[in-house]
């Protein structure tokens, strides 16, 4: 079998809510889905979600490749873009297709990606992830009201910015996620608005009230010693990792003792997410990928792997154009016996199902605000 090119398509999910964090947010959001698609001489394709960044440039890395040989194609993609670096956008490039030659490799031989991969079980562990600070009170608890009726047990809030806010409504997760246990877990998610001395004060202030498994990307995604000094200084672990692009970014963490909670974004692929998962494994530390909607071969790999902790699922559904063959139940996610990794691409869907904008909406989380790590008073006021 051999690679004989590939094909692109950009699906939208309908999130039919707000999204965003303490960065910014999308009112009734729409945001863009990029797919993959590898072909084969042999007619079996294989599906990734993820990105199109610098695709034509690492295609050569793959082209005329049994595509069977994917962890070594893995490679061979990073090395084909060694001068300028696989790091950044790149990555989601080097993932997408990545998880394009899994998925093939799983329907060539007959098997669901995650006993592909030495899976047991085909049930992950997962927790609600509103992507939610844009949502009033009513719409918080409907949302993880609903999740809790799968079974869920587990939730993260988007915060940083408005302590009494935050307070009330991670009562409002706890009551709703309360349905299914006595003591509910809960996580915060600054992302990366906080300088140390800032989250300390703040995530200490909220643990006088709140019981918190984690505190998720405080400081900067590259401050390996800030998230150590953190982690010394309140209860509650700290997560952090979804956007270092590559397991190479993880070794001054690991070195400094910090996360105590190993995170990866799920658009950076199969390899990618189990290459981590057994480094973050060698140091005794747990491993949860972030943004399963946005990948959900990542969910295989984590049957695969002794230190999966849980996975986040911001949705029940998917982009209009994509079925995954997953179920949400039991608090998590439930694979399919389908050869592959369960993701069917309706390329008609996809094209009549375009409208809104995306990602690239400047009130949206992916701006960086001015005064981000620099605000005095913490109290929802712009100042």
Not at 223 to 237: Q, V
Not at 291 to 317: F, K, R, S
Not at 346 to 364: F, K, L, Q, S, T
């Amino acid at each position: 079998m051999k690679i004989t090119g590939y094909r692109t398509l950009t699906a939208q999910q309908h999130w039919r809510r707000s999204i965003g964090d303490a960065n910014g947010h999308i009112t009734e959001a729409v945001t863009e889905v990029p797919i993959v698609i590898i072909e084969t001489d042999e007619g079996v394709e294989g599906v990734g979600i993820g990105s199109h960044a610098d695709l034509a440039r690492l295609f050569p890395a793959i082209d005329g490749e049994d595509p069977r040989g994917v962890a070594a194609l893995f490679d061979r993609m990073l090395a084909q873009v060694f001068k300028s670096g696989h790091a950044g956008a790149t990555y989601g490039g080097v993932a997408t297709f990545d998880a394009a030659l899994w998925d093939l490799k799983a329907k060539a031989a007959g098997e669901p990606l995650w006993r592909l991969l030495g899976g047991r079980d085909r049930f992950v562990p997962g927790y609600a992830s509103g992507l939610d600070i844009a949502l009033g009170d009513d719409e918080l608890a409907a949302f993880y009201g609903e999740f809790a009726s799968r079974g869920f047990v587990a939730g993260k809030l988007k915060g940083g910015l408005d302590f009494d806010a935050d307070l009330r409504r991670l009562g409002i997760l706890a009551d709703a996620l309360g349905a299914n246990t006595s003591r509910p877990g809960l996580m915060f998610d600054a992302n990366e608005s906080w300088q140390v001395k800032q989250a300390v004060r703040y995530v200490s202030a909220l643990e006088e009230h709140v019981d918190l498994l984690w505190v998720e990307e405080p400081l900067r995604r590259w401050d390996a010693e800030g998230h150590a000094r953190l982690s010394t200084a309140i209860r509650a672990a700290v997560a952090t990792g979804e956007n270092l692009t590559g397991v190479d970014q993880f070794k001054p963490f690991f070195e400094a003792g910090a996360p105590d909670v190993v995170q990866a974004g799920a658009i950076w692929g199969v390899s990618h997410m189990h290459r981590l998962a057994l480094a973050a494994a060698a140091r005794d530390l747990p491993i949860s990928p972030v943004g399963y909607n946005a990948n959900p071969a990542v969910a295989h790999v984590m049957t695969a792997v002794p230190n999966h902790l849980t996975t986040e699922v911001q949705a029940v559904e998917f982009a209009d154009g994509i079925d995954v063959d997953h179920e949400f139940a039991d608090g998590g996610i439930v694979l399919s016996d389908e050869p592959g990794a369960g993701i069917r691409i309706d390329e008609v869907a996809i094209e009549g199902a375009r409208r809104g904008e995306g990602w690239a909406n400047p009130a949206g989380p992916h701006m960086r605000p001015v005064r981000a790590g620099l605000r005095v008073v913490l109290d929802g006021v712009e100042r």
